[in-house]
């Protein structure tokens, strides 16, 4: 039923805009440039006024309907099962399960009717959604048709549409990142009930673990971010390292030394590396770089540790060169060619051109493409999980195993959890001191931008 509501959705605004369009045409005919309008705004109003009804009720009627659905189901239920939150979860599973014939179990009376009823409300409910969408788009279409005239300014009614639509786009964004925010800081504030502020944000230990009951055994629980911090930070150096210069000195290649042809090849190979799988990469850190670097060690004399931050910050730094490399390329082309120009005059050479003139330039660009790469190799998470391990140890030491924020939150959070106790909540403590950690790199990078920025004309 949904297809057939989104084909309406498509065909109605379609039929809209060329029948506007054909009467706007003959208006045009007859008065010829003393409409106001042309032809085809008439017609893009048209199919606005039949688009835009219909998706709003899809978006506020699709979910109501659905909610009447599942009422109407776990209404043949006991009344003490629905009330409770597990209770009602598994019934609305095996009940929407039944209702698409993939219930594997034995199916009872009341679950039985429970589907039934589901399928059926949910039947009628689409239907009527259908039957209601167009009815309001085919309403919205006609009302267009009707103020079809020499005088109406189509024009600026659509105009005035699209800027409303995008001002609710940029509302929407604006409001999901909000929720998201405060969501996450809710969950920290209760996290901070249980554990102390000063002890989250200076401890030196971190071990989540606790106890379910007062009479099992098992650790009271430390929740010191330090070795997080230091995990994090020593991984995203090290790649940082390798990513930085390559990346950076293969952008200047690119753009300053490379024929068309070497570019055209050179660039799309090197950003096949943003579109490999990170899985992949840390089957490639935990399986090829990692036993290296610890042969490489024991030749060396060295410890090194069978899953360490060298391993998994070499590959990531791997991972993030195409951020740098094709971001600092594109704002080097960007740097006006009259500023080589001048510097060619007055005698200096291509290097000296580049490292006095080019590069100044486009620093903040650069800077922005650093702080960008950064930021995804702090967010990073299967590379770290599969090649530098889960121990959370406080050390500078790339050779020893470490741990990051995004793989302690991933680790707390797999398999069945309880929303209420101090390991799962430290979850999001985590990602919220992330979101502060990426806000300061970018603001960073805004600074820089904003402080080094040269317009040209």
Request: glycine content about 8%; overall charge neutral; cysteine-free.
């Amino acid at each position: 039923m949904l297809g057939l509501y989104l084909l309406a959705m498509v065909l109605l605004p379609l039929a809209g805009f060329f029948l506007a369009r054909s009467r706007a045409g003959a208006v045009v005919a007859t008065h010829g440039a003393a409409v106001h309008s042309r032809p085809n705004y008439h017609g893009f109003f048209t199919a606005a006024l039949g688009f835009l009804p219909m998706l709003a009720i899809l978006a506020f009627g699709g979910p109501l309907a659905a909610k009447f659905a599942v009422s109407s189901g776990l209404s043949h239920f006991p009344p003490e099962q629905v009330a409770d939150a597990t209770m009602r979860g598994a019934l609305m599973r095996d009940m929407i399960s039944l209702s698409r014939g993939d219930h594997a179990g034995g199916a009872g009376d009341a679950l039985q009717a429970a589907s039934a009823s589901y399928v059926w409300t949910a039947r009628i409910g689409a239907w009527l959604l259908l039957a209601l969408g167009v009815a309001a788009g085919a309403v919205g279409a006609w009302m267009s048709l009707r103020r079809i005239d020499v005088d109406f300014r189509a024009r600026n009614h659509f105009e005035r549409i699209v800027k409303y639509v995008l001002l609710l786009a940029a509302t929407v964004a604006v409001i999901t990142t909000i929720g998201i925010v405060l969501s996450v800081a809710f969950e920290t504030m209760q996290f901070f009930s249980k554990v102390p502020p000063l002890d989250f944000l200076f401890g030196l230990e971190w071990s989540p673990q606790t106890a379910m009951r007062a009479d099992q055994v098992g650790s009271s629980g430390a929740f010191g971010i330090v070795p997080l911090v230091t995990g994090t930070l020593l991984i995203t150096l090290i790649a940082m390292l390798i990513a930085g210069p390559i990346g950076l000195f293969a952008a200047i290649y690119m753009a300053e030394y490379s024929s068309r042809r070497v570019r055209g090849i050179a660039k799309p190979i090197l950003e096949i590396l943003a579109g490999v799988p990170t899985v992949v990469l840390g089957f490639f850190a935990a399986l090829t770089v990692a036993p290296i670097i610890r042969e490489l060690g024991q030749a060396a004399g060295l410890s090194v540790a069978s899953e360490s931050a060298l391993a998994a910050g070499l590959v990531m730094g791997m991972m993030i060169i195409p951020f740098v490399s094709s971001l600092s390329d594109d704002v080097i082309n960007a740097v006006p060619q009259s500023l080589r120009d001048g510097s060619y005059a007055l005698g200096a050479t291509r290097s000296e051109t580049i490292r006095q003139v080019v590069l100044p330039a486009a620093l903040p660009g650069i800077v922005s493409a650093m702080m960008l790469a950064m930021s995804r190799a702090i967010g990073e998470t299967m590379i770290v999980v599969m090649a530098a391990g889960l121990a959370a140890n406080l050390t500078f030491n790339p050779l020893e195993a470490v741990t990051t924020f995004t793989v302690q939150i991933k680790t707390i959070l797999v398999g069945d959890q309880e929303f209420d106790s101090a390991k799962t909540l430290a979850a999001f403590a985590l990602g919220f001191v992330l979101f502060f950690f990426t806000l300061f790199l970018n603001v960073i990078a805004l600074n820089v931008v904003k402080k080094y920025r040269e317009q040209y004309d």
